[in-house]
């Protein structure tokens, strides 16, 4: 049961009651809480982290699991395991990656590099010159810059889920849908 209760659909603005209200997962739900436009802004920022980021997807979902195991976000990590799949990532991979794996050899150097630099971020907020550099011999500036968005991010969304008590939905997030928008 969720710890602070979905709001009334009633409450909600227009675009989200009806259909698309009873589409939305428990993230969405959850979140159209929030101010309007903090609601409106989050949506915006976390689509152009998934859809309009130049960062990889198997380097974003990297970070992201990587987040969501750290912070041992149930919700989070279900949801973005599904996603991680959708874009390539193996099985292995996650699993190397929910284990903080940076031997695995399920991994090649780039992802062992964003692996490094995921928790390097996460554990000392300030990553180390070293791996810093390590993702740098892969990534632009700019993709590392969105690398270390999509971390913190994804820590405030863990946060967010395991606070509020954010349920698990029927089924995952259809990712090719959600990619459309």
């Given at each position: 049961?969720?710890r602070i209760?979905y709001?009334?659909?009633?409450k909600l603005p227009?675009?989200?009651?009806?259909?698309?209200?009873?589409?939305?997962?428990?993230v969405?739900?959850?979140?159209?809480?929030?101010?309007?436009?903090?609601?409106?802004g989050?949506?915006?920022?976390g689509s152009a982290?998934?859809?309009?980021s130049?960062l990889?997807?198997?380097?974003?979902?990297?970070?992201?699991?990587?987040?969501?195991?750290?912070?041992?976000?149930?919700?989070?990590?279900?949801?973005?395991?599904?996603?991680?799949?959708?874009v390539?990532?193996t099985?292995?991979?996650?699993?190397a990656?929910?284990?903080?794996?940076l031997?695995?050899p399920a991994?090649?150097?780039?992802?062992r590099?964003?692996l490094?630099?995921a928790d390097?971020?996460?554990?000392n907020?300030r990553?180390?010159?070293?791996?810093?550099?390590?993702?740098?011999?892969?990534?632009?500036?700019?993709?590392?810059i969105?690398?270390?968005?999509?971390?913190?991010?994804?820590?405030?969304?863990?946060?967010?889920?395991?606070?509020?008590?954010?349920?698990?939905?029927?089924?995952?997030?259809d990712?090719?849908?959600?990619?459309?928008?």
């Amino acid at each position: 049961m969720a710890r602070i209760p979905y709001p009334d659909e009633s409450k909600l603005p227009a675009a989200l009651r009806g259909q698309a209200w009873a589409d939305a997962p428990n993230v969405t739900r959850m979140l159209a809480g929030a101010s309007e436009a903090v609601y409106t802004g989050f949506g915006a920022f976390g689509s152009a982290l998934i859809n309009g980021s130049d960062l990889p997807g198997k380097l974003r979902e990297i970070a992201i699991l990587r987040s969501g195991y750290v912070c041992n976000s149930k919700y989070e990590t279900w949801q973005h395991e599904a996603l991680g799949r959708y874009v390539g990532l193996t099985d292995t991979q996650i699993d190397a990656v929910r284990e903080g794996n940076l031997d695995s050899p399920a991994l090649d150097e780039e992802e062992r590099a964003v692996l490094a630099f995921a928790d390097d971020v996460i554990q000392n907020v300030r990553a180390s010159d070293e791996t810093l550099a390590g993702v740098r011999k892969f990534l632009t500036d700019a993709q590392v810059i969105d690398l270390i968005l999509v971390t913190g991010a994804y820590l405030m969304v863990s946060r967010f889920l395991e606070t509020t008590g954010v349920e698990f939905d029927e089924n995952p997030i259809d990712w090719d849908e959600f990619s459309k928008s």
